[in-house]
């Protein structure tokens, strides 16, 4: 059942997380120690009832694990539905003891919501938006946007335009590294008729959407002084570029025939979502 909680995900989760709570002590607002980990605890539990969720119901033609019985699946099945179900309750209870000990203001409302919201319509009927090709934004979205923006309003009651400056841009690093997976998952997602991005869009779209969505990331940091923020306050990020550029260059080359190296690619793709989000935080912290 660990890998099919998705621990990657709930990395890169809690790494987001640390971004969004590292701005506030940057804008020279005090950490808070329960509040953190309050937030944190529920990003965690929302990812992961996330991801359980969308395995409790998958098609039953797709085996959840190898060499499982019908049984198997059955109780395998009925055992993360429980522990999505509970994971979902907790983290609710979280926000709920925030809201009596702390003040919950509407933005800090508005992205919890907008977390419990994305967990459902990305992993059930009649929505199951990760099967009708939407799963890789929704994913992008929460881990990315949401997940760090939680993290900033557990901290502070501000909305600097800095938040927006620095996530959307991730969200658009995310959203190329989950793309990338489709790559490697194509086969399978072949065979059992997954609605994936790729397969919605046709790989003639998917590689010039893959390359846009990195080069506008780095024009969109680039365009800090235009919103009244020094370059050097995001230059961090541009230390992955060389690691992007490369990333178009693996795919291009699959495009163009080439034999794939798809574990290249891949590890390409999670390093410069990666060590964005790493780099930034770092320099948010240390500031």
């Known amino acids: 059942m660990l890998k099919l909680l998705r621990p990657l995900n ?16 940057y804008l020279g607002e ?54 999505s179900i509970g994971m979902l309750g907790t983290a609710a ?6 809201h009596l000990n702390f003040t919950l203001t509407l933005p800090s409302f508005i992205f919890l919501l907008s977390s ?17 090709g939407f799963g890789e934004l929704i994913l992008a979205l929460h881990i990315a946007y949401v997940v760090p923006s939680i993290g900033f309003f557990f901290q502070s009651g501000e909305t600097p335009r800095l938040l927006t400056l620095l996530l959307l841009p991730l969200t ?28 919605r869009l046709g790989w003639e779209r998917a590689i010039p959407l893959h ?34 550029l490369f990333q178009i260059v693996q795919l291009r080359a699959v495009a ?12 390409t793709a999670l390093a410069v979502f990666c060590l964005t989000t790493y780099f930034l935080a770092l320099t948010f912290w240390l500031r």
Do not use: C
Request: proline letters at 9%; zero cysteines.
């Open 172 to 199: 658009m690093l995310a959203s190329a590294y989950f793309l990338v997976l489709d790559f490697t998952a194509y086969p399978e997602d072949e065979k059992y008729d997954r609605g994936s991005m790729l397969r």
């Open 256 to 267: 163009n025939g080439n034999p794939p190296n798809w574990k290249l690619l891949t590890a």
């Open 116 to 132: 419990f919201i994305l967990a459902l319509t990305y992993s059930i009927p009649p929505f199951r938006l990760v099967n009708r």
């Open 30 to 83: 005090s950490v808070q120690p329960a509040p953190f980990a309050l937030g944190l605890a529920f990003a965690l539990l929302n990812q992961a009832g996330m991801s359980l969720l969308s395995e409790v119901f998958r098609p039953h033609n797709e085996p959840l694990v190898a060499g499982e019985t019908p049984k198997q699946k059955e109780t395998l099945r009925n055992n993360m539905l429980h522990l």
């Open 211 to 244: 390359h846009s969505l990195l080069a506008f990331a780095y024009l969109l940091f680039l365009s800090a002084p235009l919103v009244g923020y020094s370059l050097a306050l995001v230059a961090p990020a541009f230390l992955t570029l060389p690691f992007a």
């Open 10 to 25: 709930l990395l890169l989760a809690g790494l987001t997380y640390l971004l969004g709570a590292s701005i506030p002590p």
């Open 93 to 98: 209870t979280i926000a709920f003891i925030f």
